[in-house]
């Protein structure tokens, strides 16, 4: 399969660390050294996880190489739902007006993106599917809060729009080579490290140590086997493009892969950890560095726990 | 496709309608006419969808035809959800102990079930899995508020699994024939016909009279359709489950299919509407009755709005 078109939606807010200093003492020198972070955005109060979404896909709309009535599957991603009914994907069929599609939203917390993608994979090879827009958006803040001195300033808010085909549409496409999804739920402190029960609180990060050091083993090992079932070294990697968690998380991982670290991709410093959005927003904002033939792992680690891996070849 | 094995979980504590007349003046037999429902299961406050989902399973696994470590992959189901991170899939997988295989979780609202069966679907199809688990769960109790005389008393808690399976694994199996699933995001009042929206409050039923519409008019089409493409008439129709959301839509859609009404699977009376568990408890509960080779069709709606089928030879 291939993605034919991307685009992403950022909102206009920009919340610098020196608010948290206000509010909770945490200072930018702090922050910075732990997380990486020097400012996020957040959502205005007339936007939510779905109207994220949609814009992404509006933006996304404006290039698309094919018909956008050509779309035969949405598939939303979020673990910060607006609406648990009229879900994420649901809200942009809604704004798509297109009719009798299959249409679901999914979540493994902040690795649902290449879950998104493997069940893409899933409806075209059971020919039920052709053109398909995945679509991941987290509207963290309106779940976090500013006052907690362990994780609330750690969340920003964005969203990705990706238009996937069966068949290549363009040379500029680039081919899906593989994918590797999987529930590491049963490890750790996968049940309580880091959760969010809507009908108690917003996020809790009890155990974040253990969090990062299973973000670290998993996404390093999952971007190994990845690269070795696909017979590449990692001399054959141009980019990789991890979960968006802490800056620290990806420098951890880089030097196991033993990667320079202008290969590794990161945009968290400027929009903290947009959630499932995070790896999906620096594929966007990157997508002027990559040349034909490159190949790039997209590598992710969710709260839960989970994990996964997506080889693209540009 | 084959379901090899199926359970379901239900809360024991039994909620009369004689406790809204209580709380908010809507009597037994107002209620009765309106909706089919006498009472209604509630979890206990130390449950959760998680633990309801795991419950189910767990009952699941005393007589399953095959042993527990063949489970390759784990579809959840909920638009109740107790923790968006450690989703249920998650806690199953957890409970399970089974390591590294797909995990995911979905929603699709009340129609969530069918949309579960047609992404194990994709992953056979894929040669990613093969020996599937579902569980569809909603707690829905713990978003409801008993005070709502438009929706308050609708309500109830459940859980069921399915045991799915590539191959045939017993001559007990029940084979899946087809799977049909669509987003009607985009018609009438889809977007707020009835929202659950976790951080302003719990479910809201706003034009629950186009609700209603569209379940008769989506449940009725979506199952000739399903006959129709498999060539089976109505007359080889041996059971319909419908999704259990109001005893008027069932006998509505069953006159519409000129059905006998005895055909029409029913547990909303003592149950209320389980969410998208509700036609996945019928199919365990009423086991009992079908014979090999009946036709059953399970068609499914949901808030959002969401359609869907699926054809089971016994």
Known sequence: MFISH??????????????????NGLTDEWILSRTGIQERRKANLKENTNLLAIQAVRKGLENLPFPKEKIDLIVGGTYTPYDTIHTLAHAIQY????????????????????????????????NKANFALVVVADHNTAYSNDLDTVG????GDGASAFFVSKTRQTEQDWEVMDIITAGAGNVGKANEGVFLRPTQEGFVMKYGKDVFLNACQYMTKVTQDILKRNNLSLNDLSYFVPHQANLRITKNVAQQLELPEEKALSNIQYLGNTGCAGCAIALDENKHLFKKGDNIVVAVFGGGYSYGAMLVKV
Chains 1, 2 share one sequence.
């Open 95 to 126: 704004d798509l007006n297109i009719s009798d599609i299959p249409v679901i939203s999914v979540s493994t917390a902040c690795s649902t993106f290449v879950n998104a993608m493997e069940i893409v994979q899933g409806y075209f090879a059971m």
């Open 152 to 155: 609330g300033h750690l969340w």
């Open 6 to 23: 991307l685009s992403r939606y950022i909102p206009e807010n920009i919340v610098p660390n020196a608010h948290f200093t206000q509010i």
